[in-house]
Each structure stands twice: as structure tokens, then as C-alpha cells.
């Protein structure tokens, strides 16, 4: 094993950590897209915290292709779903 620590954590533990990075995932939506923000709050979720954690992943919104491409235009090609700004982005895959 290359990272024990990363690799060998109970399951209990691993849903720990990734239920904390969900919601901490849900706020940086909420607080930086209205794109995302708007999808959430009309799927029924007001707020990061009303959308809870990884048990209630099922319940969120899908994002579709169409709806990313129907916020790009040529002047913004990120579209409205980008939650940071330019001067953060570093590599787009």
C-alpha cells in the first residue's frame, strides 16, 4: 500500500471524512453559484444545510448538458455554473 492512511480507514471513518467534504461542497455552491444555488433552492433546498449530507444525496438535482450550454455565450464560455473566478482557475480538463 502506497497510503495506509488513505487506503485503510473503516467505513465508518471514510464516510466521515467524505460526508464533511460533501457539505463543505454544498456550501461553496450555495455561497459562490447562482447558477447552482437557484437549482438547489428549486429542487427544495434552501440553504446547504437543508440540503443535508451524503444520505440525502439521492434527493438533489441532476445537472444536465443543455442546461450548462444554454449559460455559455462566446463572451462568457464558462457559463453561469462556474463557481470560481478566472484569476482562481488553474487547469480545465
Not at 467534504?21 to 438547489?40: C, D, N, V
Not at 428549486?42 to 438533489?60: D, K, N, V
Not at 441532476?62 to 478566472?86: M, Q, S, V, W, Y
Request: hydrophobic content about 40%; some cysteine.
Amino acid at each position: 500500500m502506497l497510503a495506509p492512511e488513505v487506503e485503510t480507514p473503516s467505513w465508518a471513518e471514510q464516510h466521515e471524512v467524505d460526508d464533511a467534504g460533501y457539505r463543505a461542497q454544498l456550501r461553496y455552491l450555495f455561497e459562490r453559484s447562482a447558477f447552482y444555488r437557484e437549482k438547489l433552492v428549486a429542487a427544495g433546498f434552501s440553504s446547504a444545510e437543508a440540503a443535508g449530507g451524503l444520505a440525502g444525496i439521492t434527493q438533489l438535482p441532476l445537472t444536465e448538458k443543455r442546461e450548462i450550454r444554454a449559460t455559455c455565450t462566446p463572451d462568457n464560455p464558462f457559463g453561469a455554473h462556474l463557481c470560481a473566478t478566472p484569476s482562481e482557475i488553474v487547469r480545465i480538463y
